[in-house]
């Protein structure tokens, strides 16, 4: 594609932002989960339930678990627009059922597992993101599509996984749950599940975790811990001077109170959102850096496997 059209559609992408964000602000809006025993089901198009949240000022007042009248696909999201749902948590989901789900003006946000209620709240204070996460619909694994690459790291090293390549292992596939702790080359700890008490849950090889992660637990056992050094390449890569873009303020709604340094949320020409930081502003432009904030380090990780299931 020219770059002057992928000019365009970053511009696009932004303003369409902004709206996202003001939506959840409002007063009250609705977000479904495929549901699942309390976890987000991985297969969008398969899922028998889903549960709805209720959220005024961006807290959950109510939820109820509703069938999918055993539609499928686009059918599903006539199913959540009929209850005037805004936001789709899930795991794996097709490239149509997305398009769908946008032109219902339904956010959607991919790649997500473990307990329902954590995901909302993570999306509700913004450490929930899009994985870009999508169905092959030839067994029980997912692959990763082509998608931002920044994703931060929030709660977890989870984040963002690139373009992973076919991952072999016997735990590829599975449900983990994982203690770690990073740290940068000077020893200094930049994250760590010990530290939050709660191991990390992830589908393996599913392309939810950066690729050295997913590749160092492919082939753990249950009780192993194994200490890696991650490249940038193995990470979250180098950083992309293509991923630096500046717009006009008057483009974007609400970015005149932005300010340099601040981390906000953009969305992709599906409505899926994705990490941006503040580089500069004058009056009448604003520059955003797409770049995760790992990009271009390298990383260490002492990872222990504590559940396979």
């Given amino acids: 594609m020219p770059e002057a059209d992928a000019s365009v559609i970053i511009k696009r992408v932004a303003c369409q932002l902004f709206i996202i964000k003001k939506e959840k602000g409002k007063e009250s809006m609705k977000i479904a989960v495929t549901y699942d025993n309390g976890e987000v089901f991985q297969h969008f198009g398969r899922t028998e339930n889903f549960k709805v949240y209720e959220i005024e000022d961006n807290k959950v007042i109510s939820s109820e678990v509703i069938s999918s009248n055993g539609v499928g696909h686009g059918a599903l999201a006539g199913v959540l627009a009929d209850r005037n749902v805004k936001a789709l948590i899930c795991g794996g989901i097709g490239g149509g059922a997305i398009n769908a789900l946008t032109e219902a003006g339904i956010e959607v946000c991919s790649g997500a597992s473990g307990d329902t209620d954590k995901a909302v709240e993570d999306y509700l204070n913004g450490k929930l ?54 740290t940068f080359n000077d020893g200094t700890q930049f994250d760590s599940s010990y530290d939050r ?113």
């Fill in 129 to 182: 993101i899009d994985a870009g996460q999508t169905c092959d619909h030839h067994g029980e694994g997912h692959t990763c599509g082509d998608h931002e690459e920044g994703h931060s790291c929030g709660s977890s090293c989870g984040g963002g996984c690139g373009s992973h390549t076919t991952m072999e292992g016997k735990n590829v596939g599975k449900k983990c749950r994982t203690h770690y702790k990073g």
């Fill in 197 to 309: 008490g709660e191991p990390l849950e992830f589908v393996c090889g599913a392309g939810q975790m950066i690729k050295g992660f997913d590749a160092a637990v492919a082939d753990m056992e249950v009780g192993q811990v194994v200490d890696i050094h991650l490249m940038p390449e193995e990470a979250y890569g180098m950083p992309n001077p293509d991923a630096i873009f500046t717009l006009e303020i008057a483009q974007l709604p609400g970015s005149e109170d932005l300010t340099v340094g601040q981390q906000v949320y953009l969305s992709n020409q599906y409505g899926q959102p994705f990490p941006v930081k503040v580089n500069a502003k004058d009056e009448k432009t604003i520059t955003f850096d797409a770049n995760h904030e790992m990009a271009g380090k390298e990383l260490n990780f002492r990872i222990e496997l504590v559940e396979v299931k």
